[in-house]
């Protein structure tokens, strides 16, 4: 399983990476692994302000759908949009060409109660 180190992790298997007072949000290796193939995604709350593990869309695999949370408080200022039209990008490559937004963090000091990596693989028994 790939969990890399330079990410931040949630209890709810999102990953954030933070690029100046941007970030980049998609899911977890490990999530990706637990949903099955992909199917859907949706995402409708581009250009709102939403708090901290607050819903901003929904994951669609072949025998669920899941929430997807915000990892912290932000704007969506963009939603990749190579998923609409392939989904299991997020299978393939959940860090890299199928992350899911992009956000304009409002409250930096939130970073802090992330999990890093360690921490994160405890949670899931890694």
Not at 16 to 24: I, K, P
Request: charged fraction near 25%; proline fraction near 4%.
């Amino acid at each position: 399983m790939n969990l890399p180190e330079n990410l931040k992790y949630t209890k709810d298997h999102e990953w954030l990476r933070v690029d100046g007072n941007h970030a980049y949000v998609g899911i977890t290796d490990f999530a990706q692994g637990e949903l099955g193939d992909i199917v859907f995604i949706e995402i409708e709350t581009q250009g709102e302000t939403l708090n901290k593990e607050e819903v901003f869309g929904t994951i669609e695999a072949v025998k669920t759908v899941s929430d997807l949370f915000m990892p912290v408080s932000g704007e969506i200022v963009e939603v990749n949009p190579n998923i609409e039209d392939k989904p299991e990008l997020t299978n393939k490559d959940p860090y890299g060409e199928g992350w899911l937004i992009k956000i304009k963090i409002t409250d930096a000091s939130q970073i802090d109660a992330l999990l890093d990596v360690n921490a994160y693989k405890a949670h899931i028994n890694a």
